[in-house]
Structures are given as C-alpha cells and as structure tokens.
C-alpha cells in the first residue's frame, strides 16, 4: 500500500518496542499529456510555452533585466537538467497562485496558462522529476478562479495521495464509542475557530504519543475489567478477552488469536492480517514475559490502538491507474472518508459491508451511501453546521467582550446575550438545511429568523407572572407604585433583532426592510465586532475573501493598526486614516464592502444614525461651579454605502444603497455561488482547490444548479468526484 511513500524520519519509539510510523504523503501533479522523447516534449514547448513566456514574462526575465535571479534565457526546457526542474516547479507554483506576472500585469489567458502548466507536468513526468508543490496554495482563493470554473478549460485532474492525522472531533467520537468512563484525553489540540480545521496532516509528536499510548491503555482497562470470584473470571468484558484471565487455565495460542482478532475488530473494523497475527503473538508472549500475564494483555491489546491506522485516515488509492492515469481509493479508504465527511464516527456496519461487497467501485453505489446517510435522522451529522460555522464565522460572538453600563446607553445593552444569539443563528442554519433548496441564497437573504428560541417561550411566561405579581402589588399599594413601572426581563434579546416582543411562533419575519440573511443577524454582526464598536475591516475582509473570492494581502507587522480615538467621529470617519496611499493598497479590498453594515450598531441592533460625543455641548454641561457634568452625546448621519470592485466578475462591480440590497444582489451571482462552492470544497475534501479540481468544482455546481440549490445535492456531487474518490500516483 505504502508504494509511493516515504516513511518519515522523527517515526516516535513507544515503551515496548513498538514504533509509530508517519506516513508522508508525496505530492506530484500529472496530467493526460504524455511525452515520451526530448523531442515531443519540445515541439509542444515550442507551441505554447515559449509564445507565453515571450509574451508576459520575458521583459522582466532575460536579457538586461534579470527579476528575482530568474533568467528565463538560461532555463533548460529539458528538465532533465540538473537545476531546471526546481526552477520550473517554482515557476508552475507563481504562475498557478497567480503570483506571476506581478499582479499590476495583463493576467495571461486561462487557457494558454492551462496549457503551459499541462506541458510542464507532463514535462516532469517525463524527466521524472519530483513537482513538490510547496505548502500547497496557503490561501485557497490564490488559484485564478477562471482556471477553475472554465468549462472549455478543464486541467487533467492531479490530486495528491495522502494520509492525514484524524481530527480532534473525529477522535473524541472514538472515545465517546471506545472510553465512556473517562479518564481520557484529547491529545490533538484544537485551533482558532476561524480556520478550516480538517486540513494539513499535523505531525505526531512525542507528547501526543504519550497522551495517545495512555488513551490506549485507559481504553483497554475499561475493555479487560474484571475480578476474579471464586476462582472464575466475573466482569463485563467480552468472552474473547475473560478467556484470557481465567486463573484455572493459562491461555492458549488460539485464545490469544481470537483475542487480538477480536481487538482488530473492535478498534480497526478489520480483521488482523496474516502477518499482523504472528507479530501480535509475538508481543503478547513478549509482554507477558516481560511484565506478567495481566500487564502483558493489556499492552498488547492497547497497542493495536496504537497503529498507525487507528490515528490516520489513508486515502492512497489502490489497484492499476486507469486511462486518465488516476487509481480509485480502495473501497475501505473510501468507507472511512464518507464516514468522516459526513460524521465524527468511522464508518457503520453498513457502509462496511458496502464497502466489503463491492458496492464503492462505482459512483452509483457510493452515491446511495452518501443518502443513505444524508437522510437517516438518527445518524448524527455535526460536520455541515460546523462548516457554516467556520464559513460564516458567526459562532466567535461568544468571544466578543461587551461592557455593560447603563449608564451610556449607546455603548450597552443590558442582558445581552452571546450564546442565544448564537443558537438562534445554528438555528437558521438547521432550518434552511432542512429546507434544502437555494441554501445560499436563503443563508443570504432571509428575513425569517429565530429569536431566543430556547428561552422565549419560558421567558415569556416568567414575564407574564411577574407582570401579575407587580399589579396584584400594585393594587395593594398603589402609593408605593405610584413611580414605577414594570421593566420586563429578557427584553434585549428581542431588541437585538428589531422587534417589539418575543415572537409567538418561531422562526419569525424580520422586518425585510432591515434584516437579510446571516450576516444581517445579530450573532454575525457581533463576531464581526469590537468592544464598544463596529469592526468594517473584518466585515469587508470576510466578505472579500468569502463571497468575493478574493486574496487580501495580511497585514504588515510595521503598521500600527490604529484608528484615531475620536468619540465625536463616526467609525466611519476614524477610518480615513487607512486611505492613505500605503494602506490603501490592501484596505480598498476590505473597508467599501463592509461599510454597509454600519446599518447595524454593535450589538446587531438595526440603526438609522450613529451616536457620537457631541464636543461643545459636552464643553457646556458644567455645574454652577464649572465641574464637568460627563458627555453629551448627538445622532450623526448615518452613511451605509458602499462599493463593489476589484472583483474578477465585473458584472459585480458598482455602488451598493443598503445592507440588503447588497445582499440581494450577491445572492444572485453565479460567481458568488462559484466561491461558495471553493469554500465548501475546501471544507468537505480538506485541502485547497488546484487547477486539476476544475472538473470537480465545476460538477459540483452544476449539481448544486440543477437541484434548485440543494446543499445535499452539492454534498454527494462533491463525495463522488474525482477529486474526492482518485489520486494520482507520482
Ligand atoms: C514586471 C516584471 C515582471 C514580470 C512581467 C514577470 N516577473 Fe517574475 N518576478 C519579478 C520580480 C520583481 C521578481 C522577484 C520578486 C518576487 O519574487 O516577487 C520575480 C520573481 C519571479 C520568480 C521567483 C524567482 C526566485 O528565484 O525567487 C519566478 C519563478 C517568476 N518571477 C516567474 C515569472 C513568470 C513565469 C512570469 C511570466 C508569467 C513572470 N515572472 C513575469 C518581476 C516580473
Ligand atoms: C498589506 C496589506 C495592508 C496594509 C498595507 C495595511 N493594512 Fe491594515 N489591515 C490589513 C488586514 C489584512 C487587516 C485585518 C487583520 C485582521 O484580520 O485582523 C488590517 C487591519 C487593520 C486595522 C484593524 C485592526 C484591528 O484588528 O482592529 C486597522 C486599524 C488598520 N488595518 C489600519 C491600517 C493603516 C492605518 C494602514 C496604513 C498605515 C494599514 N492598515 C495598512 C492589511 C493591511
């Protein structure tokens, strides 16, 4: 299985021997074009890649000017060469990232840069040299979207074998099945929220071997405990294993057998190998020579948790390449990513059984499993909210500190709830989902809404009995009342989303006016704000990089990312600083998109004008003795314009009136729903999009069109691409 991998070096030595390996993956693209003599290979770099180079790169690459030591005159079109083929690599990575020529440049053709990138893969097959694509495509939208999304165009399909390290969710789903007792520990850390977790193959290092090796054993005691009355073995352990423990006989071989069959069964949903079983029988007699009967057991069985595959997912591929050079993954590895597509569980005895029967070597079959989940209500599918989740980044309100004085009520709102606004906005989620059509646009532009949907109902009837005890009281002392009024609880959450009361049935309509979507609902506005105020910056930076498909450049450590404190300004004022020429430059990509949303004050609530401080009536409010009296504050006008631009659909481009017509009307791009797509590809394949994913993106979103926008629909074309099911052995 392990044909084109290398075993890594930093393999990690566990107590007894045994030696965890890391599998490396070994990248390397290739395409349908095939040389077999230096001289094919030149004809067609004499069609297509010298005209290029002349064309975009030669002027700042040969002759008198010589860039970044690249001398194009120099580089051999034999990769053969000794150099050459690292230059071509380098070369085929700036031009793919879009890197090359320098962005101020006319943007070469899709399809000559396809072409170029064609050559030079078949190229490097042919010379045999390793294309090592260096940390693949940091930011994913770097690939050119119309390299991707050119039916005319499709690149041969390149994608990697690999192995990665199983998600901290995935794991904890193994310990909820395997340690339901606890004493466990998640040994995989789990990183910001903003990014796509599932990506990237973590190294396993000494201290996660050490939490992993004591999982193991914690796991298998709780699989082996047992007491020992009146002289017979007396627990809930399975009869493979009190066989083991009987005090009367001694095991046999064939017990031992059974025993870590049973184990291999258990933990890897596979039977032990020939091989497997002579070498775990081995260790077993090792172990319990070493370190008696009970022990040694317990070792042995706890280093089948130790494997390799009990911490990895495999996705290699296996038997010969096909036509197209591709080998499919086996049905097993292929079982497992569906699992882990859709769960947090390895896969059911179902899909098992699919995959042991035959029913994975075609598409149809794996289609019919990926529904067959899909629509199964009891198995549980966590993977897709957290997807919008980490797209939308709408759960981080909880992260936003807000101060509470009442005293400045612009800046507070008292009871403000984090976690509720959270809930009602996975709500949403959920409830689009199960709707299942124009899932974007509805995630865009709804007005409908949940508000405190755990505690309305609740909070309603609290507030309906202390109304009655507040008048009952009230009419027994009615002087004592005579000042007060009732101050209903739970009224912020409400007001946080414009309305006048708990809504009776839920979801409710926001008024359609205000409200459109998610990023109109107060958990998103809040993830997308400060302390005291709103954050445009990040607002257009994720609308740039989310809906625009765009790249913004990160920010430079030099800069002092301040705006100026001037309470008597509008945020939007404070932030003409970032106009200055050099800020400019990065922040004309994010601030116009994002000023819309100063519809919205901090908290998510709908506004028509700013408060700020006002200076000269602040200076007059002076008691009889001069001494300040604290603020005043005045309503400033409110601007929520914006602009679209820089955006490689131009038919975006132009002044956008208001939140939700903005809204409105990136719903309805089929180039927005194309980077919504390249989002979702990341998220469910775990990796960037390469021009060789162009076949399967495209697909995705046909399937995505040609259901009316179903997420499902999206989901299975997205399982059952290639780009999911083949690799490309190097
Ligand atoms: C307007 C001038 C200009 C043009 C046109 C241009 N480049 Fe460059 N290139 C540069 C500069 C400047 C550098 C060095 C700085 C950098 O890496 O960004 C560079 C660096 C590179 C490097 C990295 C070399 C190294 O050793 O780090 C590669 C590869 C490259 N260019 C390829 C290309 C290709 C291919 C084209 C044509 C598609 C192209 N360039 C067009 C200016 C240019
Ligand atoms: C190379 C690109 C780039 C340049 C140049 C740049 N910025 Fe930024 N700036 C960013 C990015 C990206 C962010 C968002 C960072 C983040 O995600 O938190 C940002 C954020 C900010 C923020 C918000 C910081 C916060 O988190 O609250 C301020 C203020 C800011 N920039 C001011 C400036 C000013 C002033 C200049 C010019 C002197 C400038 N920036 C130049 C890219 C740039």
């Avoid at 991707?148 to 969710?169: H, W, Y």
């Avoid at 042995?300 to 499919?328: C, N």
Wanted: hydrophobic fraction near 35%.
């Amino acid at each position: 299985m392990a044909r084109n991998f290398e075993f890594c070096q930093s393999n990690v030595l566990l107590p007894l021997g045994l030696v965890l390996t890391c599998l490396m993956t070994g990248p390397a693209p290739a395409g349908d074009l095939k040389f077999t003599t230096t001289e094919e290979s030149r004809a067609e770099y004499d069609r297509v890649v010298k005209p290029f180079l002349a064309k975009h790169c030669v002027g700042c690459h040969s002759g008198k000017k010589i860039e970044g030591e690249l001398d194009l005159a120099a580089l051999e079109p034999d990769m053969k060469a000794t150099t050459s083929g690292a230059r071509w690599a380098m070369l085929v990575e700036k031009l793919t990232n879009g890197e090359m020529p320098p962005k101020d440049k006319p943007r070469p053709e899709a399809e000559s840069l396809a072409a170029v990138t064609r050559w030079a893969y078949a190229e490097a097959k042919r010379a045999n040299k390793h294309f090592a694509r260096r940390a693949a495509y940091a930011n994913g939208n770097q690939v050119p979207h119309e390299l991707l999304f050119d039916p005319k165009n499709i690149p041969p399909f390149d994608g990697d074998a690999r192995v990665r390290r199983l998600s901290p969710e995935i794991y904890a789903g193994f310990l909820k099945d395997h340690a339901k007792r606890g004493g466990t520990n998640q040994p995989f850390s789990v990183d910001g929220k903003t990014t796509f977790k599932d990506m990237g193959a973590p190294k396993i290092d000494e201290p996660v071997t050490a939490t992993l090796f004591q999982n193991a054993v914690v796991i298998v005691e709780n699989q082996t405990d047992f007491k020992i009355e009146e002289g017979k073995v007396k627990g809930n352990l399975p009869r493979e294993f009190s066989a083991l423990f009987d005090p009367k006989s001694p095991p046999t071989e064939a017990q031992f057998e059974t025993a870590i069959a049973h184990q291999f069964n258990t933990i890897l949903k596979r039977p032990p190998t020939d091989s497997e079983k002579q070498r775990f029988l081995g260790l077993m007699k090792k172990n319990i020579a070493d370190a008696g009967p009970v022990i040694g057991i317990r070792y042995t069985l706890a280093a089948v948790l130790m494997l390799p595959e009990a911490v990895f997912r495999s996705e290699v591929g296996s038997g010969q390449p096909d036509e197209k050079g591709r080998v499919r993954l086996a049905p097993r590895e292929i079982a497992f990513a569906l699992a882990y597509a859709l769960t947090d569980r390895r896969p059911d005895a179902e899909l098992l059984t699919a995959a042991a029967t035959g029913k994975l070597d075609n598409d149809v079959g794996v289609a019919d499993q990926i529904r067959r989940m899909l629509d199964d209500p009891k198995i549980e599918k966590p993977r897709s909210l957290r997807f919008f989740r980490e797209y939308f980044g709408y759960d981080r309100a909880t992260d936003v500190f807000k101060e509470d004085k009442p005293s400045d009520a612009a800046n507070s709102h008292a009871g403000h709830d984090p976690r509720a606004l959270v809930e009602d906005t996975d709500r949403l989620v959920h409830f689009i989902l199960d709707q299942d059509r124009d899932v974007l646009r509805e995630l865009l532009t709804t007005n409908k809404s949940f508000v405190a949907y755990k505690s309305a109902a609740e909070t309603k009837k609290k507030r309906a009995d202390e109304l009655a005890k507040f008048e009952a009281e009230k009419a027994k002392n009615p002087e004592k009342f005579k000042s007060k009024t009732f101050k209903p609880p739970g009224r912020s959450i409400y007001e946080s989303y414009g309305l006048a009361d708990f809504p009776d049935e839920q979801p409710t309509e926001l008024p359609a006016d205000q409200r459109a979507g998610i990023l109109t609902q107060p958990a998103w506005l809040v993830a997308h704000s400060t302390t005291f105020d709103n954050h445009v910056i990040h607002r257009g930076k994720w609308i740039r990089e989310r809906l625009l498909g765009g790249v913004v450049p990160d920010i430079p450590i030099t800069v002092d990312a301040q705006l100026p404190t001037a309470p008597e300004q509008t945020l939007r004022e404070r932030m003409t600083v970032t106009q200055q020429e050099y800020c400019w430059k990065c922040h004309q990509l994010m601030n116009d998109v994002g000023y819309p949303f100063e519809q919205y004050d901090h908290f998510g609530r709908f506004r028509t004008a700013e408060t700020v401080v006002d200076l000269e009536a602040t200076a007059k409010n002076v008691d009889k003795k001069g001494k300040p009296l604290g603020s005043v504050t005045r309503d400033a006008v409110l601007n929520t314009t914006g602009l679209i631009a820089l955006v490689s659909d131009k038919s975006l481009h132009g002044p956008i009136e208001s939140p939700v017509a903005y809204m409105k009307k990136l719903a309805a791009s089929q180039y927005v729903e194309q980077v919504f797509i390249r989002h979702a590809f990341r998220y469910w394949m775990g990796r960037n999009e390469s021009p060789g994913d162009a076949a399967s993106l495209q697909a995705a979103h046909r399937a995505y069109q040609e259901s009316d926008g179903s997420m499902k629909a999206l989901l299975t074309a997205l399982l059952t691409s290639e780009s999911f099911l083949y690799r490309v052995p190097k």
